[in-house]
């Protein structure tokens, strides 16, 4: 019997407790709406509950639920409500009886309070108002019960609810029910209203405070019939094809970098391919490039040495013997010089001298003056 009293309680406390924002309460059966009037708040029906002695102990958390009003903008102007009522529940009989008000909820065999004909009524008005044909449909209804707090949850899906300007998309003109009323005109205590902006597109301006696209009012709060909530949308990222463009290049030259990058890396396969007839294949391999010569002993700066170890050099690269007007073209010195250093050399059997006309061979030890080949110690004896 408790249990029975309990249910009857929340099927009037939902009703009124969970009315729309800133509407009067209606009945099961969805009757008129009374736009601009007061949300009927708990104070209302505590009276009339704690009449009945057999519910006298209902909890004043559960007298009190939360709603959250949460209203998903889309870029197709449609708008995803999702209406949620929370409860607070102190005992095992109001859970038993929340438990039974969910079931008949979801079945769709009672409202709960959350009478989807409510938004129908809004939004045929609404339709009137601005002359969108707006529908509601997708409806959806579901609970929980997770320890204390016992959930309600109806979702639906409202059509043509944005204006559309241009590229904007605004929110406002839905509200309105008639030139002077609106449906949305204020917030009750634990009420609050959420409204997220569609998937590319960023709020530019609003009359209520938002952060991260995300507009966040609680209540209480009042909204004036000539300032209801606008606010306007505009493309996050529009179809600007200068900007694709260049996203495109430069799409393309990384691309293209890191195939590079990946095709340098790679270590090369040189082992040889076999044709069909077991010899190696060369047809499809380019010519390879020479190898790279041995790189070359940096040639040694002869002025850096002493004037006898230079002739010396000199000798060694033209094979052990020169004339000496070639050395003195090689040196740059003067011919009194290397006549001189020659004869020194000579003397200290460095370098051996001999006369051939008019001009002198000079060679090293030894080596033949006659035919650069290297002379025998024992011959010369």
């Not at 204020?186 to 569609?198: D, F, M």
């Not at 060694?316 to 040196?331: H, K, W």
Request: glycine share 8%; charged share 25%.
């Amino acid at each position: 019997m408790r249990s029975v009293a309990l249910s009857v309680v929340f099927i009037v406390l939902l009703s009124l407790g969970a009315s729309p924002v800133g509407a009067a309460s209606m009945g099961a059966a969805g009757g008129s709406l009374a736009a601009d009037s007061d949300v009927v708040g708990a104070g209302d029906i505590r009276p009339a509950i704690e009449s009945d002695q057999t519910i006298a102990q209902l909890s004043e958390a559960a007298l009190s639920p939360s709603t959250t009003f949460t209203i998903n903008l889309q870029s197709d102007r449609s708008a995803n409500w999702v209406v949620t009522v929370e409860y607070e529940l102190t005992s095992e009989a109001e859970r038993e009886a929340f438990s039974e008000i969910a079931e008949e909820f979801e079945a769709g065999t009672a409202s709960g309070g959350l009478d989807i004909s409510l938004y129908e009524n809004i939004a045929a008005q609404a339709s009137a108002q601005t002359g969108r044909a707006m529908e509601i449909e997708s409806v959806g209804r579901s609970s929980s019960l997770s320890g204390d707090t016992g959930s309600l949850q109806l979702s639906f899906r409202w059509t043509e609810f944005l204006a559309e300007d241009g590229e904007k998309l605004v929110f406002n003109d839905a509200l309105k029910t008639t030139d002077e009323n609106a449906w949305l005109s204020s917030l009750g205590e634990n009420q609050e209203l959420r409204i997220t902006t569609p998937r590319g597109y960023a709020i530019t301006s609003a009359n209520v405070p938002f952060s991260d696209n995300t507009i966040v009012v609680e209540g209480p709060d009042t909204f004036d019939s000539d300032e209801l909530v606008e606010i306007t949308l505009e493309p996050s990222f529009g179809p600007s094809w200068g900007l694709l463009a260049a996203a495109v290049v430069i799409g393309v030259a990384i691309v293209g970098g890191a195939l590079l990058l990946r095709r340098q890396n790679e270590p090369v396969d040189d082992s040889p391919r076999m044709d069909a007839n077991g010899g190696v294949d060369t047809a499809d391999k380019p010519d390879e490039p020479p190898a790279d010569p041995e790189p070359a002993e940096p040639e040694e700066d002869l002025s850096l040495l002493a004037d006898d170890e230079r002739v010396i050099r000199l000798l060694e690269r033209n094979g052990g013997r020169m004339r000496q007007a070639d050395i003195v073209s090689e040196t740059k010195w003067s011919d009194a010089k290397v006549s001189q250093l020659l004869s020194s050399m000579a003397e200290n059997d460095e370098v051996t001298k001999l006369r051939i006309g008019r001009e002198n061979l000079i060679s090293l030890p030894n080596v033949d003056a006659l035919d650069g080949s290297p002379v025998d110690e024992d011959d010369e004896r």
